[in-house]
């Protein structure tokens, strides 16, 4: 009675059989009235993985719960977050419960293994291998960074597909000042694993996932997600791929796989809701085209036509033909326009190393500012001087001309644009270098070290043109919102499910990438950050945590320089040196701006903690207010008041970029424990990594890769010593885990691990499938168990492979007989051996096969390397992956290895080259095959073929690769 993806409420006046019922019925009447209110309501609801309520009283006092679908023992909330939140109650969010459940497993395996206790919460701050670990940045297991979901639309792929390749080296960066977008070199693209994720839906519908604490830049600068609310503006790019949020009209479920969000039903709605068209002439066209379909014998309408015996293919082919072609410009514009167009790119597009060739520079507007009383070379000069006028910093605009020596002795000069005298520091202003300027500013900061340089960039100035856009009337261009990009509203935010994320690092200044059409800050690369710094104190590590993040990530380099003593620390009071001494001199914490308001202007710390509110919130008046206070406070207490102004004028750009420090130390305190027990429990720690990760085989094999870069060996699965994960087998040895076997489920591998350690080991096949009581140990389970190695004990590979059908016949009749009661299938009260079937005679697996079968079911070779045979010729004849260097860029070198996978693209021409990956003993090298080159060697380039190239080492890019000239095949 109700027509299909009706309303309620229209069914009862549309529908004449509903509206009688309804008004004669009052049963009727008042379920529907009751599902009127229900009506919209979400059907379904995901779970926080991290979201915990907390309250005085039981739960259910306060809210109504549930358990949620397929799970009777958790508890949550009917309210959704935000209600909770609006209710009053506490709720928070517990992250990073995957690297304390590392901690704990590794702690577990120490006790049990051991018997030793390591109290995490004990172990020394100061600890000489920790830090020396954190100095060489090998952080692997031990930095979390943020991360997208894999399904990520960035340049014409996934971000999963950018992972697994690894040969994509350049991605398209925003260049924030121009609102346009260029290569940028991909430092790296990382898999961090399986977390929970948050989707951001905006106004037109287009939506990622990410995590919650990746950054997203909005109107505001740049944010977390978890950070943004609804109604909020972020920047996308208005022509790129995207993906479409859309639920189904019916089932309320969001489609996938569609295309521009235009589908109204799921697949599964859709076949009901247009098998049963409201439409009657529809309904009779279906009933008649099934009807003609069945009297055919079933024979669709098409079956032996062609395009020269059928008009209808005839047309549609035509159409396909001309939507793949696509349309020229002389087609969208006309001759002339398109002729215009051209010349514009022609020109746009020529030069070296210079990005402004071709285009009117849009800020070269110099002249005298009547609000600033002082000449300016370019609009960027004035609106700068405007944010040192807005905080009222003293500054002195080209102060001063310095000689320079270059390295031939020939004297240049340069003058920097501003001077701030308080911090001994200029500052350079520049849209865009001549190789000349960067020249000088680098000979600049070597030849006069006792001053601070600070260079602004143009990416740079865009990101203060968002940030201060209501306290300054910008002269010079922001992010253009005409053509390429523009704000648009954030429409929801919800909470999504856990799946593998992933995030790409590319090179400064290019901080960003465009991930399905949003504009998203990259993760910057913490390991370069650390090697950089050399902590060598637990607060270095909570001060890096604070400033890595979008904003105070530009004071790092400060911080570094200070910590190293290649910058002067100053302070403008001796009672700031105790506030201020740990972290070199740079303020960083909130707690700080709270202790310089109690030690030097007399604050209570409720009053502190009004000033710290102000200057977070900017709230001007607020602000007015404890500016006043404070630098009286600071008098009072016997400072010079230019001193007192001075400090205040430091507090407020604070504001930008002041971080919680008990926030701070609790990340860097979970990461100093990971780097402790990596540092002193390698073997320990790695096994919990890997097993937190088993379910990702890719991730599995990077971290064996680090293992062996840890001098950790990592041995094969096997049933008679694999745990269900991975454990420490040895003195730096690692048994693989059984979970971590692709194709087999966790019920089989349970069930093959508790038996063992309740009967003992298995003495043969025959008695491993009596004696493991699972219904899941099937062919594809058993095949591979086998195929990896983990039933060597028990036979050759093949020969298990060829008596598969006997060893599933066994396993079917000891099923039947548990099942009818016995004990064991030869009966409990006899003396009868269990029969050691004979296993086919076959010959037995190459070795070859068997690496394949491990790569593709463990996801790396572990029992032995395809180039273990080659390794003494390869040394002979070959440079390793570990030998090469920069310095032999240009020359001719001849490298050896497995080809692990190729790429074909085809070039301007249309003629094929390849992007090859070769794996040695010690790495993996890029070779590019030229389409000269690789018409003389097609047969060679096949994966898994193991080969010899001879070439030229190009560091282009500052990738290093092998431009190939000739190719040997060694088998």
């Known amino acids: 009675m109700i027509p299909f993806g009706s309303t309620l409420e229209n069914a009862v006046n549309d529908s004449q059989e509903l509206h009688n019922a309804y008004e004669s019925d009052e049963n009727t009447k008042q379920l529907i009235d009751m599902a009127k209110k229900l009506e919209g309501v979400a059907r379904h609801a995901s779970t926080h993985a991290a979201g915990v309520v907390i309250t005085k009283e039981p739960l259910d006092k306060s809210v109504p719960c549930q358990h949620p679908t397929q799970d009777n023992e958790s508890v949550v909330t009917q309210y959704e977050m935000h209600a ?12 990073g419960l995957k690297t304390l459940t590392v901690i704990q497993n590794t702690l577990n395996q120490i006790r049990e293994l051991s018997g030793q206790e390591a109290e995490i919460n004990n172990i020394p701050l100061n600890d000489k291998k920790t830090f020396h670990l954190l100095q060489q940045s090998n952080s692997v297991g031990v930095f979390q960074l943020e991360c997208l979901s894999g399904d990520t639309i960035v340049s014409n792929t996934t ?12 991605l398209e960066s925003v260049y924030l000042d121009e609102g346009a977008i260029h290569k940028n070199q991909i430092i790296d693209v990382c898999c961090a694993g399986k977390k929970e994720t948050l989707i951001l839906v905006a106004e037109n519908n287009w939506y990622i996932k990410a995590t919650p604490d990746h950054y997203f830049l909005t109107e505001n600068g740049w944010k977390q997600l978890k950070d943004i609310k609804e109604g909020e503006k972020i920047l996308i790019k208005s022509k790129a791929k995207h993906l479409v949020y859309n639920t189904c009209q019916s089932c309320r479920k969001q489609i996938s796989g569609q295309k521009e969000g235009k589908s109204n039903f799921c697949y599964k709605c859709s076949a009901t809701f247009y098998r049963n068209p409201s439409k009657p002439k529809s309904r009779e066209k279906i009933s008649r085209a099934r009807k003609i379909f069945y009297e055919k014998g079933g024979t669709p309408w098409n079956q032996g036509l062609t395009k020269e015996t059928s008009l209808i293919l005839q047309h549609t082919g035509q159409k396909i033909s001309k939507a793949l072609l696509g349309r020229t410009f002389d087609d969208f514009y006309g001759i002339k326009k398109s002729k215009e167009i051209k010349k514009k790119l022609s020109e746009r597009f020529r030069g070296e190393n210079n990005p402004m060739f071709g285009r009117k520079s849009p800020h070269r507007k110099g002249g005298y500012r009547k609000d600033l009383g002082h000449y300016v070379r370019s609009n960027w000069e004035a609106d700068f001087a405007r944010i040192l006028n807005l905080y009222k910093v003293e500054y002195e605009y080209e102060s001063k001309t310095f000689e320079l020596k270059n390295s031939g002795g020939e004297t240049l000069h340069y003058t920097p644009d501003f001077y701030v005298k308080n911090t001994n520091t200029f500052y350079e202003i520049k849209g865009w270098l001549h190789e000349l300027d960067q020249k000088k500013m680098e000979l600049f900061q070597k030849q006069y070290p006792q001053y601070n340089f600070v260079l602004i960039s143009a990416t740079k100035f865009a990101e203060l043109s968002i940030k201060y856009k209501n306290l300054v009337k910008w002269e010079c ?51 370069r950050c650390l090697k950089q710094l050399k902590p060598t104190k637990f607060e270095d590590i909570v001060a890096l945590v604070a400033l890595y993040r979008p904003g105070p990530i530009e004071f790092i380099p400060e911080f570094i320089a200070r910590k190293h003593g290649l910058r002067e620390i100053e302070y403008l009071h001796p009672k700031l040196k105790p506030i201020l001494e740990n972290t070199y001199g740079v303020m960083v914490y909130q707690e700080q701006l709270m202790r310089i308001a109690r030690d030097l202007a007399g604050f209570s710390l409720p009053e502190a903690d009004v000033l710290r509110k102000a200057v977070g919130k900017k709230i001007k008046k607020l602000l007015d207010e404890q500016k006043d206070k404070m630098i009286e406070g600071m008098v009072t207490n016997g400072l010079e008041k230019k001193t007192a102004v001075k400090i205040w004028q430091t507090i407020e750009p604070f504001a930008q970029y002041g971080f919680n420090k008990a926030h701070s130390v609790c990340y860097a305190l979970i990461g100093y424990q990971t780097a402790y027990l990596k540092s002193h429990f390698p073997t320990e720690f790695m096994a919990a990594l890997m097993t937190s990760e088993q379910n990702d085989i890719e991730r599995i094999a990077f971290l064996v890769d680090e293992c062996k870069q840890m001098g950790i060996k990592v041995l094969p699965p096997s049933a008679n010593e694999s745990d269900c994960d991975f454990t420490k087998a040895g003195n730096m040895t690692i048994r693989f885990g059984l979970n971590a076997v692709k194709n087999v489920g966790h019920n089989i591998v349970s069930a093959i691990v508790n038996e063992r350690k309740t009967n003992g080991p298995y003495q043969s096949i025959a008695d491993f499938i009596e004696r493991v009581e699972s219904k899941d140990l099937n062919k594809k389970s058993l095949e591979s168990l086998v195929k990896c190695g983990a039933l060597d004990g028990f036979g ?78 390869l040394e002979k004849l070959t440079t390793s992956y570990r030998q090469i260097s920069r310095n032999q860029s240009g020359r001719r070198i001849k490298i050896g290895g497995i080809i692990n996978r190729i790429k074909k693209i085809n070039t301007r021409n249309g003629q094929p080259m390849l992007f090859v990956e070769i794996e040695d003993l010690t790495g993996r090298f890029e070779t590019i095959v030229f389409p000269k080159v690789l018409e003389q060697t097609a047969p060679a380039w096949q994966e898994d073929k193991i080969v010899l190239v001879s070439g030229r080492l190009s560091d282009r890019d500052e990738n290093l690769k092998i431009l190939c000239e000739s190719v040997k095949v060694l088998e």
Request: glycine content about 8%; charged content about 30%; cysteine-free.
């Open 796 to 873: 050759e590979r093949n020969q298990l492979l060829a008596g598969m059908e006997q060893m599933l016949s066994l396993a079917r009749e000891t099923q039947r007989a548990r099942q009818s009661g016995q004990v064991s299938l030869f009966g409990a009260e006899t003396n009868v051996a269990i029969p050691s079937f004979a296993l086919p005679s076959v010959a037995p697996a190459n070795k070859n096969e068997m690496l394949a079968w491990e790569k593709e079911l463990l996801g790396l070779y572990i029992s032995e390397h395809p180039l273990e045979r080659y390794r003494k010729k």
């Open 477 to 527: 261009p922001i992010i253009p919102t005409k053509r390429s990009f523009k704000f648009l509203e954030v429409k929801e935010i919800k909470p999504g499910k856990k799946e593998t994320t992933y995030d790409i690092v590319m090179k400064a200044p290019g901080n960003n990438f465009v991930a399905n059409g949003f504009v998203v800050h990259n993760s910057g690369g913490m390991k």
């Open 159 to 170: 971000i999963k597909g950018l992972y697994k390749r690894k040969d994509k080296k350049t």
């Open 84 to 95: 909770i939140e609006d209710l009053g109650l506490l709720k928070m969010d517990f992250l």
